[in-house]
């Protein structure tokens, strides 16, 4: 079945400091991959996907199908940077599978 | 283009109780999903509505059931309503074409069951 998993509920880091957001999933094939974000009190939007290969907000996520992984990465966090992060996986019309989420805090 | 939209924002009702929620996708949307999202369980996938016919499943008792309007429009309806049942429950479309499944997320019903 398929799986997302994100090991880390919680992830405090001070101003400045690198961010990497585990996301691991079990998916036969090539899955398409996501990350989601949720800020206070805004809707769950979409943040970045993989085939895209952007860079938004700083953020980037290599998928490294070896490890099944799809790390989001932030050289320097920022404190707007707070927030519930989902990594998310689907595959041609299935259904959207999300991961638990981690809750990212940045600290001044 | 308006948003995801969905009504009512908030719901109180009482265990054994029914409730229908409805969701309006954004415009030229044809697919619409239903999510359940609680701090324990973080989102949960309820199903998946696509030019009316159900499409994807998730693994929820039967007393969750959905249908989509031929507007794409879609409801949710959860009968004998159960307290564990209290939850933000998410709507989101897509164009669901072949290359896309970004999903577009409406605010949410904050379902309450006492």
């Known amino acids: 079945a398929q799986r997302v998993t994100q090991p880390e509920k919680l992830l405090s880091v001070f101003k400045g400091a690198p961010v990497e957001l585990k996301c691991n999933y079990s998916y036969s094939g090539s899955p398409e991959l996501f990350w989601y974000v949720q800020y206070s009190r805004q809707r769950l939007q979409l943040l970045l996907r993989h085939i895209s290969r952007e860079s938004i907000k700083g953020f980037t996520a290599d998928l490294n199908k070896g490890e099944t992984s799809f790390h989001l990465k932030k050289p320097f966090a920022q404190e707007e940077d707070s927030a519930m992060y989902y990594c998310?996986?689907?595959?041609?019309?299935?259904?959207?599978?999300f991961g638990t989420g981690t809750r990212l805090q940045v600290f001044p | 283009k308006a948003g995801v939209t969905q009504t009512p924002r908030y719901l109180i009702k009482t265990r054994g109780q029914q409730v229908t929620l409805s969701c309006s996708p954004i415009s030229g949307h044809r697919s619409v999903s239903w999510y359940q999202q609680t701090p324990g369980q973080g989102l949960q996938f309820l199903f998946e509505?696509?030019?009316?016919?159900?499409?994807n499943k998730g693994n929820f008792p039967g007393r969750f059931s959905g249908r989509q309007f031929s507007n794409s429009r879609s409801e949710m309806n959860v009968s004998t309503l159960e307290l564990g049942d209290s939850a933000l429950y998410l709507c989101a479309s897509s164009l669901a074409g072949a290359d896309s499944y970004e999903q577009y997320f409406g605010p949410g019903t904050r379902l309450t069951v006492t």
């Open positions: 509505y696509f030019s009316e016919t159900q499409r």
């Open positions: 998310a996986s689907s595959r041609g019309t299935d259904k959207l599978i």
